[in-house]
């Protein structure tokens, strides 16, 4: 049998990973920018996280819904308190798709409608709900595409109320920041409106934070930046440093009823014993403040390669996020570099904590190939342009240092 082929592959075998590194099959150490896809939170096989998967997997690795599981239980109370919503329940299930899906279809249940907005550049999976809010037609099956959508441009409250106001909505799916769509940070502003328009409107607000959850942003949640609280929360990658995981904390306005969600695999004693030790190392380890302050110099790493200029760590316009136009007519950039035979150049770097997007004036493919290959830097994409940095929270200046000092090799 061959593997259906749907994916596209450097072709780097990674055989061995502690920490930010990866090793290949040859042996080449490689530092990881990427995370896996923003999965690896605590760095990779982190020795608490090996321990309680093995002693765990000695014990009982799964037993189905049907039984008491204990772990479920720990492992909430450690999110709430973590997250700031000790009074939220948690469902759990098995991947950040399904934790939209499942949000949803709760959004749908209360209300007692069918329609939901999404926003331009949206990407929430791709079971038929969440590929349905997903802007994007090309990965949308005709079967996915009954569902009533209406997408709004990001940032446009008066779309949003206009669509609520016409009484049929069930809820209103945003992520936290959009990592797909380019690392597009809602603006904290729009995000307060957006919180006050649905909770006039009696409609649900669901914060997609699968890729930017779990401390990534450099607070817990993203949206927390904006200081708002939506009803429901969607969480993945960063749960469980690679088990496979998704979770909705479920705001107490919502009542339970036996049955209406389910999963076999999801909670299960494996995936808990590691959303636990998740959850423990993030605390102890102060890697939602890590986060922040080597983003922050990462960022003005970032800056400086582009300008003589000082750069601005939390530069923009609200802490934690820098917004900067470092073109070369905008800051005097010396840094061009070979694309397929085209100049290209830094034009933007945006992002919070270690969510971090590079935006070049053109393609890209070349210069991840050099990193990769030359350089042996991971690092992830968004669209054709855009370097995207999903670094594990663990991430040093020192790491920084090295990965500036590569790219600066490359340009
Ligand atoms: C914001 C967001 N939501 C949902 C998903 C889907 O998660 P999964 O691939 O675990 O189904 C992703 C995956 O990239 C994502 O970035």
Redesign the pocket.
Known sequence: MELFDVYSFFDVTPVKAKGTRIWDDKGTEYLDLYGG??VISVGHCHPRYVTAVTDQLGKIGFYSNSVRNPLQEELAEKLGELSGYPDYSLFLC???????ENALKLASFHTGERRVIAFKG??????SG?VAV?DNPKIRAPFNSWHEVTFVPMNDIAAVREELSKGDIAGVII??I???GGIIIPDDNFMRELRQATLEAGVPLIL?????GCGRSGKFFAHQWAGIRPDLI?M??GMAGGF?I?AVLISPDFEPVKGMLGTTFGGNHLAMAAAIAVADIIKDENLVQNAYEVGEYLKSRLLSLASEAPSTPGGGNAPGRTFTRIGREAQGAQAPFADDGKTIEIKEVRGRGLMIGVEFSGPIAELRRKLLFDKHIFTGVSGKNMIRLLAPLTLTKDDVDIFIKALEEVL
Do not use: I
């Open positions: 896809h923003a098995n991947s950040g798709a399904e934790a939209n949206a990407f929430h999976g791709r079971t969440a997903t992520e936290g959009q990592g797909v997609d934070e699968v890729q930017s969607t993945a990658k496979p998704g």
